[in-house]
């Protein structure tokens, strides 16, 4: 294991949902970490002290002593690998990969979801106007996938709760808090995981006015 503090730099308006699940799986591992704020909107993510670190410019980014790592599911594993006391990803290992798919799903697909609903909505409150045909088809395949990775009942993903489940709710949430329609199953599993202790914990973040 790498010696050494924990330092995770996020967006100044703390609106990431990649900084956010990074953050949740420090919180749930009871890492003890400092949180630093990068301002997206001035650039600061791309001058030389931070880039350096980051490599991909962008946020989230962690760094354990001297090792620095970006893309927010490379570190959630990451985590887990360096401190196994407490998993944020499954233990079986085709649970632990239908997490990892699910994770790397929701970071590559359904873009017209998250630019018609960005996390404005979730973080600030803000309205949206109704969607646009091609995200309806986005939000078709939103509920396809998360139907039947989630029996009637479920409160979690696969049973024990997981960081994927952070990752799903807050994408349902940017639908659910919009008021847009969603199906009442995913609706209510979608507000189950938002009353994690940890997920509040990001929730109640002091932020700056947009």
Known sequence: MFEG??????DAQFASPY?????????????????????????????????????TQRVPT???????????????EYLDDTFAETLVYPQDRHLRARARQLQA???????????????E????KRQAPPFSAKAQLAVQKLYFAADRLLSNDASNLFGDWCIADTDLALML????????DVPAKLASYAAHQWERASV????????PRL
């Open 105 to 119: 799903w929701l970071r590559s697909d359904l873009m017209p979801i998250r630019q018609e609903r960005s996390t």
């Open 121 to 124: 909505v979730v973080f600030y």
């Open 19 to 55: 900084a956010m699940s990074v953050f949740v799986a420090l919180q749930e591992k009871q890492l003890p970490f400092e949180l630093f704020a990068v301002d997206l909107g001035t650039d600061a993510n791309h001058e030389e002290s931070y880039a350096a670190k980051s490599l």
């Open 5 to 10: 503090s924990l330092r995770l730099y996020a």
């Open 173 to 180: 949430n940017r639908l659910v808090m919009n008021g847009d």
């Open 62 to 76: 962690l760094t354990h002593g001297a090792f620095a790592l970006s893309e927010s599911s490379a570190i959630t």
């Open 200 to 207: 509040q914990q990001w929730v109640t973040l002091d932020r």
